[in-house]
């Protein structure tokens, strides 16, 4: 195979450990995924609902609270994503999660983990830590809503989520994955008006559109907000939780992923910057 594999079965089986800070919505859909594979769960909100559902499940769960960690220890409450602050929180969860494990995890998904991981650890693990972009990312960047609001500005006709490696640029690492379009077509009569004062005053980025309606005195940016929320929610259901967990346990625990440099192979198959198609592959057992 092309690349250096991400994980190579042939010896052992897979171990992984997920990053939550909330909900723990897209841990499920990976535990669910093969709920026998060996894991741990690490937080930075200790006691939050992801954290609560490993116990539930019988899994080891450890955390470190991030505000009390960087307040106490560098007088700050909010660290910047760059710096030896913010390397020394990755520093002693990861310690956390390696003595608890007893090994390095082979695989991290960062699943619904709100903090930005640090240089230290990116050199550490990379590529073999994983997330999900509720876009195209090789497109449309930034958190919850504002992906899909920036598509729909943009005039696309469908989004999709996306599954990538973590590297240190914002969600720009080799994409690993990419799902089902959702079409927006079932959206129109509820974004006629954004689309149309979007084209009468020219706005083609979530910036003009917020500035036009601020001007015009109109509520259609609080409107393409609760869309564009809506929207990310069902494609969560049908982009996110679908891709995460075939990326963790038919493709990576497998042994069909490599890299060479930021060129994604599976199957021995060269991938487009925008990684396996669902519209195209669908979750093929093999497409060497």
């Excluded at 909330?22 to 859909?29: E, L, V």
């Excluded at 930075?44 to 220890?73: H, T």
Aim: overall charge negative; glycine content about 10%; hydrophobic content about 35%.
């Amino acid at each position: 195979m092309t690349g250096e594999l991400v994980f190579d079965p042939s010896s052992r089986t897979m171990i992984y450990a997920c990053g939550v800070s909330g909900s723990g919505t897209n841990y499920d859909r990976i535990y669910e995924g093969d709920p026998q594979k060996k894991h741990l769960v690490f937080s930075n909100v200790p006691g939050c609902k992801g954290m609560q559902k490993a116990w539930s499940y019988g899994v080891q769960a450890v955390s470190l609270d991030s505000s009390i960690y960087f307040r106490e220890m560098w007088g700050l409450e909010r660290a910047p994503r760059h710096g030896i602050e913010r390397n020394s929180f990755d520093m002693a969860i990861m310690t956390l999660v390696e003595q608890t494990m007893g090994s390095q995890p082979d695989l991290i998904c960062l699943a619904g983990y709100d903090l930005w991981i640090g240089d230290w650890m990116v050199s550490r693990y990379y590529p073999r830590i994983l997330n999900v972009h509720p876009a195209d990312a090789t497109k449309y960047v930034g958190l919850g809503w504002i992906p899909t609001a920036k598509a729909i500005l943009a005039g696309e006709k469908s989004v999709k989520s996306t599954v990538f490696f973590v590297d240190q640029s914002d969600d720009g690492g080799p994409i690993l994955i990419q799902s089902a379009s959702l079409p927006l077509s079932q959206w129109d009569n509820q974004l006629r008006d954004v689309r149309g004062f979007a084209e009468k005053t020219g706005s083609e980025t979530l910036k003009d559109f917020r500035e036009a309606t601020e001007r015009e005195g109109n509520n259609l940016y609080e409107s393409l907000k609760m869309v564009s929320s809506e929207i990310q929610e069902i494609l969560k259901t049908e982009g996110d939780w679908k891709i995460y967990p075939f990326a963790v346990h038919e493709l990576i625990a497998k042994g069909r992923v490599a890299l060479d440099g930021r060129t994604v192979y599976i199957d021995g198959m060269k991938m487009p910057p925008q990684g396996w198609q669902v519209d195209t592959y669908g979750f093929a057992h093999n497409i060497g």
